[in-house]
């Protein structure tokens, strides 16, 4: 199979690209030096003239903050950009899958949310820019996976971990938010389940998260500092008594993945396996 891979010099797009060429496939990875998502003519002839049977949009806006101060910027790139790659995907009956967020949800309550949940109640920029490319692919092309993640880590790129990991060599004690809650997602982990679902044609909405249970950005750090051997003090503080943050945050990042199991998928290892194999594959 051929697949295009936008975003593929990103911290997800770099796995996925292998991932794909260990199966076997032709990964055609593509980043802002090959092609600008926004510009709609670029994006129509490189699709066409890759001719590929299927897309995984890994292209994203992610910086949350900078998203508050740059909105249309970021409303380009996620909105816009997948609206141009969904123009081309129904013109050549291409399957697609778009990475979204648990930040299309108001993260209130304690239930985890379900794939096919339309509550949506973005709490900032980057959530609704998110959720309008939710809805540009789920409205105009049918062969398409909305595949929802959270608290993404890769060995590429920066990410919580690599923060934290940083923060706990130069500091004695750090804080940590303790009334958010979710699972972290593994990139590596996350590239195999995207190239299953690629191979299939079991479309729909999903949620993906590694396994090992709910938990806060505390105990994620907890467990951090354990597997890497620090002895950094942390404590546990309240998303207001952080209060550093531009764009509000979710408390509740709950993903349901019982539609994986339903459709046949394997769902991701443990997050505590997860980040056991990443810490090997990183210097700290």
Same mark, same amino acid.
């Given at each position: 199979?051929?697949?295009?891979?936008?975003?593929?010099?990103?911290?997800?797009?770099?796995?996925?690209?292998?991932?794909?060429?260990?199966? %076997?496939?032709?990964?055609?990875?593509?980043? @802002?030096?090959?092609?600008? +998502?926004?510009?709609? $003519?670029? &994006?129509?002839? *490189?699709?066409?003239?890759?001719?590929?049977?299927?897309?995984?949009?890994?292209?994203?806006?992610?910086?949350?903050?900078?998203?508050?101060?740059?909105?249309?910027?970021?409303?380009?790139?996620?909105?816009?950009?997948?609206?141009?790659?969904?123009?081309?995907?129904?013109?050549?009956?291409?399957?697609?899958?778009?990475?979204?967020?648990?930040?299309?949800?108001?993260?209130?309550?304690?239930?985890?949310?379900?794939?096919?949940?339309?509550?949506?109640?973005?709490?900032?920029?980057?959530?609704?820019?998110?959720?309008? %490319?939710?809805?540009?692919?789920?409205?105009? @092309?049918?062969?398409?996976? +909305?595949?929802?993640? $959270?608290? &993404?880590?890769? *060995?590429?790129?920066?990410?919580?971990?690599?923060?934290?990991?940083?923060?706990?060599?130069?500091?004695?004690?750090?804080?940590?938010?303790?009334?958010?809650?979710?699972?972290?997602?593994?990139?590596?982990?996350?590239?195999?389940?995207?190239?299953?679902?690629?191979?299939?044609?079991?479309?729909?909405?999903?949620?993906?998260?590694?396994?090992?249970?709910?938990?806060?950005?505390?105990?994620?750090?907890?467990?951090?500092?354990?597997?890497?051997?620090?002895?950094?003090?942390?404590?546990?503080?309240?998303?207001?008594?952080?209060?550093?943050?531009?764009?509000?945050?979710?408390?509740?990042?709950?993903?349901?993945?019982?539609?994986? &199991?339903?459709?046949?998928?394997?769902?991701?290892?443990?997050?505590?396996?997860?980040?056991?194999?990443?810490?090997?594959?990183?210097?700290?």
């Amino acid at each position: 199979m051929k697949v295009l891979v936008t975003g593929a010099k990103g911290q997800l797009g770099i796995d996925v690209v292998r991932e794909l060429e260990r199966r %076997g496939h032709i990964a055609l990875g593509v980043d @802002i030096d090959e092609l600008d +998502i926004t510009d709609s $003519a670029a &994006v129509k002839k *490189v699709i066409t003239e890759a001719d590929p049977e299927g897309v995984i949009h890994c292209a994203a806006w992610t910086e949350v903050d900078a998203a508050e101060d740059n909105a249309e910027k970021c409303r380009l790139v996620n909105a816009t950009g997948t609206k141009n790659i969904v123009r081309v995907c129904k013109e050549l009956d291409i399957k697609k899958i778009y990475i979204s967020t648990d930040y299309v949800f108001d993260g209130q309550g304690t239930e985890p949310w379900r794939p096919d949940c339309k509550d949506y109640k973005p709490l900032n920029v980057y959530g609704q820019t998110k959720l309008e %490319g939710e809805l540009d692919v789920s409205s105009n @092309i049918n062969k398409y996976f +909305i595949v929802r993640v $959270a608290w &993404v880590f890769g *060995v590429h790129g920066k990410n919580f971990i690599k923060t934290m990991l940083k923060a706990g060599k130069t500091h004695e004690t750090v804080r940590v938010v303790n009334d958010q809650i979710g699972t972290p997602t593994y990139t590596l982990d996350l590239a195999c389940l995207l190239v299953d679902m690629i191979e299939t044609e079991k479309y729909g909405y999903y949620h993906a998260t590694n396994e090992g249970g709910y938990i806060s950005w505390y105990d994620f750090t907890c467990e951090i500092y354990k597997q890497a051997g620090y002895e950094t003090n942390i404590i546990p503080v309240t998303t207001e008594e952080y209060g550093l943050s531009k764009a509000a945050r979710p408390f509740n990042s709950r993903l349901d993945k019982n539609k994986l &199991v339903e459709n046949g998928f394997k769902l991701l290892p443990t997050w505590q396996d997860a980040l056991s194999r990443y810490l090997k594959e990183i210097e700290y």
